[in-house]
Every structure is written in structure tokens, then in C-alpha cells.
């Protein structure tokens, strides 16, 4: 053996890399690190993720692999780096090489990002080719998620496949020095998709992107509603300081009460009107650009775009097209709210979009590239400087969750409310995007084309189907469909599936003592449940405590008519002849119905006591969406004054604690006998519920010793509930867990079944 470079004294590896590593320029990233090491070799993506021959000395490969991990492309999440030694063979070069297809077919991308810095930069240039062309992109930003229809990411497999670069694109594509390298939604104005701006009619206005811009903007003043197609679906855009066009929004949109997203130009233009903390603000600006709750500080846009709500969801621009907008009148604040009729899923489709928005718009700005993943805005807010999810979708979906290894594959298709559904394979976990109520039928259509879509794009063939045990699911029907011939089918309770999600978030294998705040979900003893105290395991739980029993006129349809639940309180406590609600002939309707027990179903489920305390306090009668007489008894208390001594609900210890629901009736109606204002009584329940929690627990973990309490359910989006009780228990001693990395409600189900059938399945 001779010494020096000889082929004889290298070393070579198999390197394989699974993660999200295609799409985000991770090859050229290979290369350059490959090439600053003395590596060569090859990279080349696969169905699994990247492959990697690196020759070279044993010192620069050890620098090669340790650079890979360390220092990623900004949207790469490299998940798992394994190398095996391979025969050295002695290249000269680090090439890479194209694509394969192995039998495997398992690989993540990207979720879609804003636009990057140096793009935005370029967009606004006069003397740069792409100025001010809307799909400007690179490997760092843009489109991932929405664009693609199969794997592996190669623009083939994305809906760019219609569009055939021209030369200069097709240059930077090929050179590996270049931004664009391999960037397959690479385009220009020359090559790639264009906008256009049409009449509600669908006449043809304009395809100069600039004049479309100026024009949107002029009607945007003129009071206008325009569809915009952005990176998931259409927004409806309107000029959210005008009192006309948000109440004809909407009007038109069927949606009465609930707030409507907006979008500043700019931090600086959003903190004119916005109190945003350091949290909030990162949140704003991360390449996620989700929708981030925040409180009010001035009054500058209508009050139509948020009644009767101290809080306001606001995102900063994340398309170049936005960006232009702003750039015409930075001062602007827009309404940019999901393009849909009432609840029906968000429209992405070009061909349906002018039938079923062209009642709501009054112009089109739309472009010729197809959306394949769907969604929605993604929503956060903040509590004591942490963020929380109420919707898990556009800038997250589809990063996966890494967990314990799965030997089955697991389809969980979660619940009927705030649907999203999971797929587990091997040590991932796939969160879907945010699809909506089941009840409407458009949103049941695309959660089964979306179902059908993900197993496609993670060639999921799952072989476990976990669902609710609701009989009246529609998720469930469809895991029974689905679970034909080999499947297996597993049904898993609501509540614990929500606790099981909190304890996969955090990793927690002990038992944990359950707090589940939420609105009905089906029990297993065929009431609906929704204020459980859980013991629970991954795999089993049992019911340790919950609020008393209640009657739900109209069951779990008739939420909207609050009023109803209020006069249910106060007729279960104190019979025909109750206090504070006006009797009349629509009450008599309701009692009778109680009383001769039709289609009142029990339920114990303390979303519907936050209702029926909202509407015996005045606050609410009638709603549009479920928390919305909930936000409206937080508003007021977040008015109010509470006691300075909490009223503990008496709860009965037996073997299930039972919390009096009737004992807080008359509670809240001994206060309003006092003369209390509304605002310091809704204070004043809030405070019962906390400290009345807390007691519970703590009588829990006299009987169990368990000290970690989980919390979940959609109740505590209510911000002083969530930050009261958290207070509590952790000055009680306890250790405090809830979700940061999926929502709170129904939008965890699936993750909390995932981990229940792996219990039972996958181990
Ligand atoms: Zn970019
Ligand atoms: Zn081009
Ligand atoms: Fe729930």
C-alpha cells in the first residue's frame, strides 16, 4: 500500500437521510458540502428521502456527516441521518444524479412558505426579469404542499408539470450554484403561470399582474369584494375599515357573528391598531405567516370585522402578489377571509369557483396553475408569551411528528367537528390540514378525496382504522367503509383521545389525571360527555370525574338556540316554576320536551354549561357558531370583576366524583338575585370552574397519587380558563401539560387515536 490520495485508503458510506429533505435544495446542499469535505460520490432523491455515496478520508467524511446535520436548508427537517460502510469504488467527482423509484415509497416535503427575502427583493426590483411577477420562488420559499399530487417532489408530480421552463429558467434549474437549483415551482414571466382579473361574470379584465394589482386595490376602495386565489384557495378580500363592505360581506358570506381574518401591509401597520408581543410577533413574521390572535388596541377597522371581540386575527403578507398589494397602499387593512359560503370547505378549484363565489365576489383575481393540497389559514394565539393552535393547516401541513415506531400503518380519521385526520407509518406521524364540519356535505366529499390523497403522497396503506366510537359519526362510517376485508378497526372514546394526544405531544408514558374541557363528545355509557376527569394511559382510562348530568333539548343539533341550555339549567334545578328567564309559550315548548324526555339527550359537557350560563346571564340567545355565546361569557368577564373568594362547586366523592352542576345553577342565579351585573358574574363562574377544577384534581391525586395533569378540549381557547387553571394546578403542585404543536378541540383527535391504536396495534 502506497501512502498519499490513493483510492486504496478512502473510505465510502451509504448515507440515507428521511426527514423533509426533498424540494428544499437539500442536494445541492449535499454537493457543496460534499465538495468542501473532498467528498465525492452522488446524491439523488428517492421515495424515501435523499441517498447519499460519499468517498473520501475517514476525517473529512466525519466533517461531511457532522456538516449535513448540523447547518440544513432552511425548510429541510432532517429527521433521521443513517450511514453503512459500502466497497469504495473509487470516483472523482461528486455528481448528482436523477431520481429513483424504489419499491418504497416514502418521503416528505415541505409544507408551503412565505415568500423568501431575497425573492421579495427581486419582486420589487424594476431591473430584475421577475419584477413584480407573482410567481416568483425559490428553493427556500413558495409552494410545496398545494402543488404536489404524488411523489417523489419532482415537478412532474406538482401541477408546475403544465408549465415548460424556458431557457434562463431552465438554467438556474440545472445549475447547482444557483438559488433555483432543482426549485420545481420555477418560473417566470416568460414561462410560468399568470394571473388574471375577471368580472363576477367571469369577463376577462385584465392579465397584466401590475394593472391587476392597481385595479384590485382601486376596487378594493370602491367597497368592493374580490376573490383572490392565493396558495391554498381563494380569499375574500374586502377593505376592512369599511362598514359597507364587511356587512355586505357578510351578508353574502351567510356568516353573522364570526370574526373575520385580516391582513396588514406590515408589523409597523398592524401595531397601529394591535397589541403584539415579542412571541406574537415572531409568530407574524415566521415563514409560516399564520393567522396570530391579538388583542385590540385601537379602534381603526369596522367593528363588523370582529363583534363584539377584544381580539382580532390578523397575518402579514405571504404571497408576492400580497406583497404588491401592500406596496400599492401600505397604510391598507384588509379583510382575508377563507373563500367559502357559511361552512363549507375553503374553494380552490378554478372550475367551481365563479358558480359557487360569484354571489359573494364582485371580481376574480385568479391564475392558471391548479391547487392539489388545499387549505386554510393557520390559527394561533398566545397565551403568558407561549402559542397555541386553534387551526393546525397552511405553513405546518405536512410536517410530520416524529414517534415511537409503528408496525402497523395507521389511518386515524378523527372527529366530525374541525376534522383532521392522521397517518402513522413507522416512526412518523402526518397531521392532515384542517378540513371542516362533517354535517356539511361538500366538507365530507373533500375529507375523502383528502384521505385519499394522503395515502396517495405517503403511500399509506393502512392497515389499522381508527375512528370515534359517535354513532352518528360520519368519520366513522367512513373508517367502516374503509375497513373491508384484512383492516383492522379499532373505535377509541373522544375524551381520550384528546388526553392521549396531549401525552404523545409531550411523551408522556405515566398516567395522567385528564382534564378534557370540551363540547359533546359520545361516552361510552351513550350520554355525551365533554368535562371528564381521566385516569389515563396511552392505551385505557377511566372516568374519574365530571360535572352532573343535564338534558339537551334538541340534542347536540339544537347548540345554536343557547337559550334553550339556559332554561334546561334552571328547570333541572328548580323544576317548572324557575327564576331570572322570562317563561312564556317557547319555554313551555321547551320544558315539555324535557319533561317528556324527546330527543333530549344527557349530557354533561361544560362548552354547553358555558352556553346555557351565557344565555341565563342575559349574554346570549342565539348563535351562529358553537363557542361563539362561550367568546361572548369571556368577553364579559374579561370585563368583570370576580369575588375575592371563589365559590367551589360541592362535588359528591364517591368512586366517580361528581361535580354539581345544579349547585352552580343556583349559584349563578343567587347572584343575579343580588343585583351583580352580568360582566362581574360571568368573572365569578369563570373563577368556580378554576378553582373548582383544581379541587377536583387535587382530591384525584389524594386517591391515585398521580401529579401530572393533561389538559384538552375546546374549551380552553378561552384564554382565562386555560391561563386560570394552568395557574392553579401548577401552585397546587401539579405538573401541567396541554398542546402546543396541534389545536386544543377536535382538531387533536386524530392524533390522540393514532397513539391509542399503536397502544393497541403497533407496538
Ligand atoms: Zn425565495
Ligand atoms: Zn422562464
Ligand atoms: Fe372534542
New binding site residues.
Given amino acids: 500500500m502506497s501512502a498519499g490520495h490513493t483510492t486504496e485508503m478512502k473510505k465510502a458510506l451509504e448515507i440515507r437521510i428521511k426527514g423533509i429533505v426533498q424540494g428544499v435544495g437539500f442536494r445541492p446542499f449535499v454537493y457543496q458540502t460534499a465538495r468542501r469535505h473532498r467528498i465525492c460520490g452522488s446524491v439523488l432523491n428517492d421515495t424515501e428521502g435523499v441517498i447519499v455515496r460519499a468517498e473520501g478520508e475517514d476525517r473529512d467524511l466525519a466533517e461531511f456527516l457532522r456538516d449535513m446535520s448540523a447547518n440544513p436548508p432552511p425548510l429541510a427537517m432532517v429527521m433521521s441521518v443513517d450511514s453503512v460502510e459500502a466497497p469504495a469504488v473509487g470516483c472523482a467527482d461528486f455528481v448528482i444524479e436523477k431520481s429513483l423509484m424504489t419499491a418504497e415509497r416514502f418521503a416528505f416535503y415541505s409544507p408551503d412558505t412565505a415568500v423568501c427575502e431575497p425573492c421579495r427583493k427581486e419582486f420589487f426590483n424594476p431591473s430584475d426579469r421577475r419584477h413584480l411577477y407573482p410567481f416568483i420562488t425559490c428553493i427556500n420559499c413558495g409552494p410545496r404542499f398545494s402543488i404536489v399530487h404524488d411523489i417523489p417532489y419532482d415537478r412532474i408530480n406538482t401541477s408546475m408539470a403544465a408549465f415548460e421552463q424556458c431557457d434562463r429558467c431552465r438554467a438556474e434549474y440545472a445549475d447547482p450554484s444557483d438559488r433555483r437549483f432543482h426549485s420545481q415551482p420555477n418560473a417566470c414571466p416568460v414561462c410560468g403561470p399568470r394571473i388574471s382579473l375577471y368580472t363576477a361574470r367571469k369577463e376577462l379584465i385584465e392579465t397584466d399582474s401590475d394593472e391587476a394589482a392597481r385595479m384590485t386595490v382601486s376596487l378594493l376602495k370602491q367597497e368592493k369584494i374580490i376573490a383572490i386565489k392565493g396558495i391554498g384557495g381563494y380569499h375574500l378580500a374586502a377593505d376592512a375599515k369599511s362598514d359597507a363592505a364587511l356587512r355586505e360581506l357578510r351578508m353574502r358570506k351567510r356568516r353573522p357573528f364570526k370574526p373575520f381574518a385580516l391582513m396588514a401591509g406590515s408589523l409597523e401597520s398592524a401595531e397601529r391598531f394591535l397589541e403584539i408581543s415579542p412571541v406574537e410577533r415572531d409568530l407574524l413574521l415566521s415563514r409560516e405567516r399564520p393567522i396570530v390572535l391579538l388583542k385590540e388596541r385601537r379602534e381603526l377597522v369596522s367593528r363588523q370585522a370582529a363583534p363584539d371581540l377584544s381580539y382580532l386575527g390578523l397575518m402579514l403578507p405571504y404571497t408576492p402578489f400580497q406583497h404588491h398589494l401592500f406596496s400599492i397602499d401600505p397604510d391598507m387593512v384588509l379583510v382575508m377571509t377563507s373563500g367559502n359560503v357559511s361552512d363549507e370547505p375553503i374553494e380552490y378549484r378554478d372550475e367551481t369557483v365563479f358558480d359557487r363565489l360569484g354571489r359573494i365576489a364582485d371580481y376574480f383575481v385568479t391564475y392558471n396553475r391548479e391547487i392539489i393540497g388545499q387549505g386554510d389559514d393557520s390559527v394561533l394565539f398566545v397565551v403568558d408569551e407561549r402559542s397555541f393552535f386553534i387551526r393546525r393547516s397552511r405553513g405546518y401541513v405536512p410536517a410530520p411528528f416524529l414517534s415511537t415506531e409503528s408496525l402497523a400503518t395507521i389511518l386515524a380519521v378523527g ?1 366530525d367537528l374541525k376534522n383532521s385526520f392522521a397517518v402513522a407509518r413507522k416512526s412518523f406521524i402526518i397531521m392532515s390540514q384542517y378540513l371542516g364540519d362533517m354535517a356539511d356535505p361538500l366538507t365530507y366529499e373533500v375529507f375523502r378525496r383528502t384521505v385519499d390523497h394522503f395515502m396517495r403522497i405517503f403511500d399509506a396503506r393502512p392497515e389499522v382504522i381508527v375512528s370515534d366510537m359517535h354513532p352518528g359519526y360520519l368519520t366513522r362510517l367512513h373508517a367502516e367503509e374503509m375497513a373491508s376485508s384484512g383492516r383492522r378497526r379499532i373505535e377509541v372514546q ?2 381520550h383521545a ?1 388526553i392521549a394526544a396531549v401525552m404523545e405531544e409531550h411523551g408522556i408514558t405515566e398516567p395522567v389525571i385528564g382534564i378534557a374541557y ?2 359533546t ?1 359520545y361516552g361510552t355509557d351513550g350520554t355525551l360527555w365533554g368535562s371528564e376527569f381521566l385516569i389515563a394511559r396511552r392505551g385505557s382510562f377511566e372516568r374519574a370525574a365530571h360535572f352532573s348530568n343535564f338534558p339537551l333539548p334538541g340534542g347536540e343539533s339544537a347548540i345554536r338556540d343557547v337559550w334553550k341550555i339556559g332554561i334546561s339549567l334552571l328547570h333541572q334545578r328548580y323544576g317548572r316554576d324557575f327564576p331570572v328567564m322570562r317563561r312564556d309559550a317557547e319555554t313551555a315548548g321547551v320544558i315539555e320536551i324535557i319533561e317528556k324526555n324527546i330527543n333530549s339527550s344527557l349530557a354533561c359537557s361544560i362548552g354547553r354549561i358555558f352556553d346555557g350560563v351565557a344565555a341565563i346571564l342575559g349574554i346570549s340567545r342565539t348563535v351562529s357558531t358553537e363557542a361563539e355565546a362561550a367568546q361572548q361569557l369571556e368577553e364579559a368577564a374579561m370585563r368583570g370583576k370576580a369575588p375575592d373568594w371563589p365559590f367551589i362547586i360541592p362535588f359528591a366523592d364517591n368512586e366517580t366524583i361528581v361535580i354539581g352542576t345544579d349547585d352552580l345553577t343556583a349559584y349563578i342565579v343567587s347572584l343575579v338575585e343580588k343585583g351583580i351585573p352580568a360582566e362581574d358574574i360571568a368573572a365569578a363562574f369563570h373563577q368556580a370552574i378554576i378553582h373548582t377544577s383544581t379541587a377536583v384534581a387535587v382530591r384525584l391525586r389524594e386517591k391515585t397519587g398521580i401529579n401530572v395533569a393533561a389538559l384538552s ?2 374549551v380552553f381557547h378561552n384564554r382565562i380558563l386555560l391561563a386560570g387553571l394552568m395557574d392553579r394546578l401548577r401552585k397546587a403542585g401539579f405538573t401541567v401539560y396541554t398542546h402546543t404543536a396541534v389545536p386544543c ?2 382538531g387533536c ?1 386524530a392524533l390522540g387515536q393514532i397513539v391509542i391504536a399503536k397502544d393497541k396495534f403497533g407496538k
Avoid: K
Fill in positions: 372527529g373522544h375524551h384528546h370540551d363540547g363528545g378540549g375546546g378541540n377536535d383527535i
